[in-house]
């Protein structure tokens, strides 16, 4: 499962491969409002935001519900054992079989090969991945056959909840301005992404519903004569 932001979208439309993972998963939900209001204008007006950080602690609820075991893959030691502490305390009755921060490099097959038999020997059945995009969704699509859990990829998720960073203020992710305040508190992190994705995916959205609204035009004229 991919929650999609702008810059999953301007990924897959700069790297073919990175269109072919994104359309080979499961699901795909819309995170940021500026797809969904995208959504919207194309036609689909039922769609709504699916936040990392909201989905996040609603699958672990339903989980702990249901007895299903889960796992975390990704984020930083110091974060990933932040996450699971508050994940602990929130969520009492919750199975946390598998938890484990990859290092920031290339791993061997071998490791990898662990990774997938730990992940196998814990028994865990959700699996949320805390890579960031692009990575997130490259690992689980080339794990999708080895690793027997569904796997979520949840981004930045990982580090909100558990405290390493903040959360932009819901009046600002209401209006789609969450970017801005990421960018303000990692502007040397986020700088090249926002700045150079954001612009391009609004120009080619708008490109995209001219031609959208101009083909529908057309049929319309078409069907009444």
Not at 132 to 158: I, K, N, T, Y
Request: glycine share 8%; proline share 6%.
């Amino acid at each position: 499962m991919c929650v999609a932001a702008v810059s999953n979208v301007m990924e897959a439309h700069d790297d073919a491969r990175f269109m072919q993972v994104m359309n080979q998963a499961d699901l795909v939900t819309p995170d940021g409002m500026p797809l969904v209001w995208g959504l919207r204008w194309l036609g689909v007006e039922g769609a709504t935001r699916v936040y990392g950080p909201d989905l996040t602690p609603s699958i672990l609820e339903a989980a702990e519900r249901e007895g299903v075991a889960v796992g975390f893959y990704g984020g930083a030691p110091d974060v990933l054992d932040a996450l699971v502490a508050e994940v602990g305390r929130r969520f009492t009755g919750l199975q946390i079989a598998y938890a484990y921060s990859p290092p920031y490099r290339e791993l061997t097959s071998q490791e990898d090969g662990q990774i997938v038999e730990a992940i196998d020997a814990s028994g865990a059945k959700v699996l949320f991945v805390g890579l960031g995009c692009p990575s997130q969704e490259r690992w689980m699509a080339s794990h999708r056959l080895r690793v027997p859990a569904v796997m979520v990829g949840v981004g930045a998720a990982f580090d909100f909840l558990a405290g390493a960073k903040r959360q932009a203020p819901r009046p600002m992710q209401t209006v789609g301005l969450e970017w801005l305040f990421r960018l303000a508190t990692e502007p040397k992190r986020l700088s090249k992404r926002y700045l150079r994705q954001n612009p391009r995916f609004a120009v080619l959205f708008v490109t995209q519903f001219v031609r959208t609204v101009t083909n529908r035009s057309i049929s319309g004229r078409k069907e009444r004569k």
